[in-house]
């Protein structure tokens, strides 16, 4: 007897795709005996649909679907064929959606330019794009709990002219969140390097990491990573359950996958500030968090007093030395906990905390919940 077949439906020109791919057979392999088949043009799968004979040997379909293919995910339906979409458009009821937590990405974002000093924001994008929407409604968001001014937002109008006239008005230095690292693109094809430079009038971070057009770019571009491949073994298990489940089941399985991380590249590589003391001390203290120096030990390697050293960074970043290495340790706590499977204690250790405890405490007040809860929360609601 041959193995039930999954339909993979994606293109495979953006490596987002191509990683949710892996993900998704990854664990297909592991734990099925389904034979993959890759469909990538819709009007072949359209075609495939429309003879339920060619369906038959079908467990399920995994796809990147969009609003324009909503007729295929319905046909689907229709053939009691199960469908999980990993895109940012929502499909009709059901079917399983998996996705990148976009407004987590946007949050990401704001934290990782906040930490670095900037308190001028902008934003690339194009409104009508529901990814788009929800990186700008975190990045936003995170800038309002900050009590820090709004993102300056272009919704990509194509005229060049217009949007180098936005450019020119921003104020700067700027932290610049762009949709995805295409969009960045259309940044760097406009942008006046004689007259704005890139990072240190304007940073800029993507989304996606597509190494090609990332490190292809003009100003090679610093961009968030979602964790693609978890999206794609989430999809396959979704589907696993879908297929093995005693009914009854949801009518929908959504799951918004929280882990990202920053990939740094030149064209963030730079703080917004102009005290050259301040850059120092930021840089002096990144590079060993688990250890880091009083204040004293770090204004006598820096060779100013505590007091001086202790005004410029109050001036320039608006918080204590102490204020400001913790809230480095925490940022990169953060990034071990939703991207990795290290205990919290070892987490805590790495982090420069030699109480879990005071870690936890620290942990939850920052980001309103527990390194262990924030891990293990669900990531999942069943309509």
């Known amino acids: 007897m041959l193995p039930p077949k999954l339909i993979l439906h994606f293109e495979s020109r953006e490596d987002w795709r191509r990683s949710i791919a892996k993900g998704i057979l990854e664990h297909v392999r592991k734990t099925t005996p389904w034979e993959p088949v890759l469909i990538t043009e819709p009007n072949a799968l359209r075609e495939h649909l429309r003879h339920a ?7 399920g379909v995994i796809g990147a679907f969009f609003e324009n293919e909503r007729d295929c995910v319905l046909r689907c339906l229709d053939l009691q064929i199960p469908v999980v979409n990993v895109t940012s458009w929502q499909p009709p009821a059901g079917a399983d959606w998996v996705h990148a937590d976009d407004h987590n990405i946007g949050e990401t974002a704001a934290r990782y330019f906040i930490d670095r000093g900037y308190r001028n924001f902008a934003y690339l994008g194009k409104g009508d794009w529901p990814t788009s929407s929800s990186r700008l409604e ?30 020119e008005a921003l104020p700067l230095p700027c932290a610049m969140m762009v949709c995805n690292d295409l969009h960045a693109q259309f940044l760097f094809t406009h942008i006046d390097l ?12 993507g989304v996606d990491d597509d190494d090609l057009l990332c490190t292809l770019s003009k100003i090679p571009l610093s961009s968030i990573r979602p964790d693609w491949e978890e999206v794609g073994r989430r999809a396959a298990m979704a589907l696993d359950r879908r297929v093995s489940t005693v009914p009854p089941m949801p009518p929908q399985i959504l799951e918004m ?10 064209s963030t590589d730079a703080f917004a500030m102009q005290d050259d003391l301040v850059k120092k001390t930021l840089a002096i203290l990144r590079s060993d968090l688990r250890n ?3 204040v004293q030990h770090l204004s006598r390697q820096l060779g100013v007093s505590s007091r001086t050293l202790s005004r410029h960074v109050r001036q320039t970043l608006g918080k204590s030395v102490k204020q400001v290495i913790l809230h480095a340790q925490l940022e990169q706590a953060y990034s071990l906990v939703v991207n990795g499977n290290l205990p919290i204690g070892e987490i805590a250790w790495l ?3 030699k109480k879990q405890s005071r870690f936890n405490a ?19 609601s069943q309509n």
């Open 257 to 266: 996958i929280p882990a990202c991380k920053v990939v740094m590249r030149q």
């Open 138 to 167: 975190g990045f936003q968001a995170t800038l309002r709990a900050m009590a820090l001014p709004p993102a300056r937002v272009y919704d990509r109008d194509e005229n060049p002219e217009t949007f180098r006239a936005w450019l």
């Open 194 to 205: 004689r007259t704005l430079s890139i990072p240190d009038h304007l940073a800029v971070l």
């Open 351 to 353: 982090c420069g905390f």
């Open 362 to 380: 620290a942990f939850r007040e920052r980001y309103k919940h527990t390194p262990t809860r924030l891990r293990h929360r669900p990531d999942s």
């Open 292 to 294: 880091p120096p009083s």
């Open 53 to 59: 004979e060619d369906t038959r040997d079908w467990i």
